[in-house]
């Protein structure tokens, strides 16, 4: 795409994460933290309260789904509902721009799922291949 038809951000700068000073960096980092394409999946078929969120992701400690949450959010990736009941009821949903992640992160995922088998088997060639390099 020409700079001509790219969108701009902040002072008419081209989008374009190739350039270290373009802001974009800051959104395709989001896109690439270790738990963000995770909560987009968990969140893909609807609002979810924390614990669910937590228990569909796995492996992810409260502290760090809280501020991946809060991140998220700040992006205005993710809502964060809360409902006046007792106790307090909090649900999180994808906004219409967290749901636009939804098919690249799917695209991710079975890009994963397909070829996770052959990164395996690559890092393994791999290993093997510089374990007898090392110095004695």
């Avoid at 969108?7 to 270290?20: E, G, Q």
């Avoid at 949450?69 to 809360?82: I, K, N």
């Avoid at 990164?119 to 290993?127: G, N, P």
Wanted: net charge neutral; aromatic share 4%; charged share 25%.
């Amino acid at each position: 795409m020409s700079t001509a038809q790219s969108p701009t951000v902040r002072d008419n700068l081209p989008a374009d994460v190739m350039n270290p000073a373009c802001p974009s960096r800051t959104v395709l980092a989001r896109m690439g933290e270790r738990w963000t394409p995770l909560v987009v999946e968990a969140l893909d078929a609807g609002p979810l309260r924390f614990t669910q969120v937590r228990a569909t992701v796995g492996g992810v400690t409260p502290k760090v789904l809280t501020h991946t949450l809060r991140l998220m959010e700040q992006d205005g990736l993710v809502a964060r509902r809360v409902y006046a009941e007792v106790p307090p009821r909090v649900e999180y949903e994808l906004t219409a721009l967290g749901r636009s992640l939804r098919e690249p992160v799917r695209a991710a995922r079975r890009w994963a799922e397909t070829h996770v088998g052959d990164v395996l088997e690559a890092r393994d060639a791999w290993d093997q291949g510089h374990s007898s390099q090392a110095p004695a």
